[in-house]
């Protein structure tokens, strides 16, 4: 019977939203037109996700979280390996939707549900359509053809403490915390002589009538605290899942720059070090949310490229946050290269066990484990 149930269905448009969020649910609209004269109806609607299966690197580099403790068989043959790579690169879960009546010739819509899974960019192009025959007991499964739409994936954020970071404000673009204003204030400060590019309206006149030669009205200048955020990309597939949670942290300091006054320079390893400011005045963090969806980890980093961008700038930071997705002694020698020309530092690292808990607490850094990323950002001060 599914021989003789033949439909030809259009897929006209997905109306997708601009960006979602890993880990969040989101709802869109697919529009269909039937081009056969019989109606269609009793049938699914589904879009897949892209294939997920690992490459060779991937396979041979990568370990299973529970491989040392499966027997020899499953090690040699690495079936779980297999099967835990393929979930890990899932970009999304979906179902499918049941749709309503379509007449012939005619069009409808149906709304379906995805939640991805990871950032990135999350291509659709697998629509299928699937027809069961009346008793139910056999279905066909047609691919529909439609066009390649693609939705951004932010990384996920989670919620952070108040913190009292460390460090003042310093003569640079990094001051009072809660001022209304960046720039030059009301608050007099004094008088000076006139100086070749000084402001018409900064001009005292009563001050140059009694003195015979022009004199400027110094004003308290008012800046906002300037931090730095300092994310290592630096990884291998062992760690991506910590490489991936040190991004979701990173992604939640830029977000909170838009509740606090203040500016956040997040500096990282891209082919090259990658620096942006995000905060009043500068880039919208929704900017930098979108360069870390598409960031990836950085298999041979350039560290002295990177400690160099750090002190470059060294004078201009009340206080650097440096989240770690491991800790390594090349990333203990940075700590302590930073630490020696007076930075304060609020240092993260990412963890999977408690084999590391003494060596992150020897640092002076707060440990921040995988399974519970949340409470623990939650305990810091």
């Known amino acids: ?41 009793s049938a699914l609607l589904h879009d897949l996700p892209p294939d997920s299966r690992p490459t060779r ?15 020899l068989f499953d090690r040699v043959f690495a079936y779980y390996r297999w099967m835990w790579l393929c979930s890990q690169k899932m970009k999304f879960v979906s179902s499918s939707v049941i749709l309503p009546t379509i007449a012939g010739l005619s069009s409808g819509s149906v709304i379906l549900h995805s939640t991805p899974q990871r950032r990135g960019k999350l291509t659709f192009r697998n629509m299928r359509l699937i027809t069961p025959e009346p008793l139910f007991l056999l279905q066909g499964s047609k691919r529909l053809q439609s066009a390649c739409d693609e939705v951004l994936v932010l990384p996920k954020r989670y919620n952070l403490p108040e913190l009292l970071l460390n460090g003042g404000a310093r003569d640079h673009a ?12 009301d608050d007099f400060r004094g008088l000076r002589g006139y100086r070749p590019g000084d402001p018409i309206k900064n001009i005292d006149w009563a001050a140059w009538a009694r003195t015979g030669s022009p004199v ?18 630096n990884g291998s597939y062992e760690h991506a899942e910590c490489f991936e949670e040190a991004v979701s942290i990173a992604a939640s300091f830029a977000k909170a720059v838009d509740t606090n006054e203040c500016l956040l320079d997040l500096i990282f390893l891209n082919k090259g070090t990658q620096a942006l400011t995000v905060g009043k ?7 930098f949310l979108e360069r870390l969806a598409l960031l990836e980890m950085e298999m041979d980093p350039d560290w002295d490229q990177l400690s160099e961008q750090v002190l470059k700038h060294a004078n201009s930071f009340s206080s650097c946050i440096v989240i770690f997705n491991q800790l390594t002694d090349k990333r203990v020698e940075l700590v302590e290269r930073w630490r020696g ?6 240092i993260l690292v990412l963890v999977k066990n408690s084999d590391l808990d003494q ?18 950002l939650l305990k810091l001060s």
């Not at 690197?57 to 027997?71: A, C, G, I, M, Q």
């Not at 400027?216 to 990309?233: G, H, K, Q, S």
């Not at 020309?341 to 609020?346: A, D, E, M, R």
Request: glycine fraction near 6%; aromatic fraction near 10%.
């Open 281 to 287: 005045g500068a880039e919208k963090s929704e900017n």
């Open 57 to 71: 690197s991937e396979f041979v580099l990568s370990r299973e979280p529970l491989e040392s403790k499966r027997n």
């Open 359 to 376: 060596k992150v607490h020897e640092l002076g850094a707060e440990t921040i484990r995988v399974q519970s990323v949340q409470q623990d």
């Open 1 to 41: 019977m599914l021989f003789f149930r033949k439909v030809k269905i259009e897929v006209r448009e997905r109306n997708l939203p601009t960006c979602a969020t890993a880990g969040e649910e989101f709802s869109y609209e697919v529009y269909l037109v039937n081009l056969k004269s019989r109606s269609l109806n």
């Open 216 to 233: 400027i009205r110094e004003y308290e200048n008012t800046f906002f605290p300037r931090f730095a955020l300092v994310l290592d990309t």
């Open 341 to 346: 020309v007076g930075i304060n530092l609020l």
């Open 174 to 185: 990094g001051g009072r915390s809660y001022s209304a204003v960046s720039g030059v204030s």
